[in-house]
């Protein structure tokens, strides 16, 4: 799509606070820099309604959404969703029957298109300062979003929608200048890594859309 199409794509980004973008800028968020790296590469494409809030889990976004209807039709949906339920300690099980709903709901919201929703992987706060100053177990956190990331997988791969594997970026073992200031959030140079593995597959998601 040319950058000089009157009509720009339209971006749906799903979330917590990995999506609003906890601690950073409004316009360092992973969605508003995909947003940018898009218009970089020619793609028309407005900047992202975001319906995401710190702490969030999937039951929450589900309702948020609810209270956020009619939310229309979109070309472009993201979803990164879970790190919360893991958090409260909820287990797997709960996670796959939510989040398969969101899904779907991703997937009608981009007019039934499964080609057009690009899901994220839940990445793991439990390398993070704030872990090791809460008493996190970093094996257990690291083995529990390791189970909600393969079942997210495994949905997306079924209903034919884009996977994005984040959770080795954040697992980087060096985390200097790659989180925010409260030790626990993704800086914007780590979303930028984020963006980074997304733009590819956000581009060729888009690459059928009409000049």
Same mark, same amino acid.
């Given at each position: ?5 009157? &009509?720009?794509?339209?971006?749906? /980004? !799903?979330?917590? *606070? ?87 709901? *991703? ?26 100053? *809460?008493?996190?177990?970093?094996? /257990?956190?690291?083995?529990? !979003? ?28 060096? &985390? ?18 984020? &963006?980074?593995?997304? !733009?590819?597959? /956000?581009?060729?998601? !888009? ?5």
């Amino acid at each position: 799509m040319a950058a000089t199409d009157a &009509t720009p794509v339209s971006f749906l /980004a !799903l979330g917590d *606070s990995y999506t609003i973008g906890e601690g950073v800028e409004p316009a360092d968020r992973w969605p508003m820099q995909l947003a940018a790296r898009l218009r970089e590469a020619g793609i028309a494409i407005a900047d992202p309604r975001i319906i995401a809030t710190t702490g969030w889990t999937t039951d929450e976004l589900a309702a948020a959404m609810d209270a956020a209807e009619p939310l229309g039709e979109w070309d472009l949906v993201s979803l990164l969703i879970g790190v919360n339920n893991q958090y409260r300690g909820r287990p797997v099980d709960e996670y796959v029957g939510q989040f398969q709903r969101l899904l779907r709901r *991703s997937i009608a919201l981009a007019g039934g298109r499964a080609d057009r929703v690009l899901v994220l992987s839940i990445p793991d706060w439990g390398v993070t300062p704030f872990a090791q100053a *809460s008493g996190g177990d970093r094996a /257990a956190i690291a083995d529990d !979003l390791d189970a909600y990331n393969a079942a997210a997988r495994e949905l997306c791969v079924a209903a034919g929608v884009a996977f994005v594997d984040i959770t080795g970026i954040s697992r980087a073992p060096d &985390t200097a200048g790659l989180l925010a200031e409260d030790g626990l959030h993704p800086s914007a140079a780590q979303y930028a890594r984020w &963006t980074d593995a997304a !733009l590819p597959v /956000a581009r060729r998601l !888009l690459a059928a859309c009409p000049a």
